[in-house]
């Protein structure tokens, strides 16, 4: 099984909404990440969670605010988002990060959202 | 810095043509080298590549890294129609960071 999953697949939200965004992997993966997504870009790195402590924050602005409850899960709460958040938002998992990358990271199959 | 640049950024062929495209990247905290396929949603894993001059194959694919000139290719022989998609080239640099180059959309006429 290399199954990531995410829910919910697509998202319309105001700009004072608060929501949140879930991704779930059971193959005992122990790092997570975040990635957005604009159209016609490449994926850009947001967080990275491992052994679920946040490792890795990209300068990401604050109302986005993600969260690891278990090894397990991956969270991104979201608050006050702009119009211009809107993208295509990936969550990825791998063996390990605390070392070299020795496994590759697995993609889910995102959540569109869209911030009115 | 992590630049990773891929060309060409788009092309089109026919079914049963060979296609390879590139990849350079920045030298700095190099670990990896890794290629995804994008069709409408997430990127699938393809390839990750360490060592330079060591072919990776998969079916019709392949690729291989040169350390030195600080490239890697990704050839896809007999090309079909549902090779269509956007190819992805990654850098994997510490702390395992991915930073994408822009991509290459290959298009597959029948």
């Known amino acids: 099984d290399t199954e990531v999953t995410q829910t919910p697949k697509h998202l319309v939200m105001g700009m004072t909404n608060k929501k949140s965004l879930k991704c779930e992997q059971h193959m005992g993966h122990r790092a997570m990440y975040w990635y957005k997504q604009k159209a016609k870009k490449p994926p850009e790195l947001m967080f990275v969670y491992s052994y679920e402590k946040l490792s890795i924050n990209e300068s990401v602005p604050s109302r986005f605010s993600p969260e690891c409850p278990n090894s397990s899960l991956l969270n991104l709460h979201l608050h006050a988002l702009q119009p211009e958040d809107s993208a295509l938002y990936l969550c990825?998992?791998?063996?390990?990060?605390?070392?070299?990358?020795?496994?590759?990271?697995?993609f889910g199959p995102g959540t569109r959202l869209t911030v009115t | 810095e992590d630049k990773v640049v891929q060309s060409p950024l788009s092309l089109v062929v026919h079914e049963g043509d060979t296609v390879t495209l590139n990849c350079s990247y920045e030298?700095?905290?190099?670990?990896?080298l890794l290629w995804y396929k994008q069709e409408k949603k997430a990127p699938t894993f393809l390839f990750m590549l360490t060592s330079s001059g060591i072919e990776k194959k998969s079916g019709r694919l392949s690729s291989i890294l040169d350390k030195k000139e600080l490239f890697s290719i990704l050839n896809i022989t007999a090309t079909q129609t549902g090779d269509s998609a956007i190819y992805l080239c990654a850098k994997e640099t510490s702390g395992s960071r991915l930073t994408f180059g822009e991509g290459t959309q290959l298009t597959v006429n029948p």
């Open positions: 030298v700095t905290n190099f670990r990896s």
């Open positions: 990825a998992s791998s063996q390990d990060s605390l070392r070299h990358l020795k496994y590759e990271q697995y």
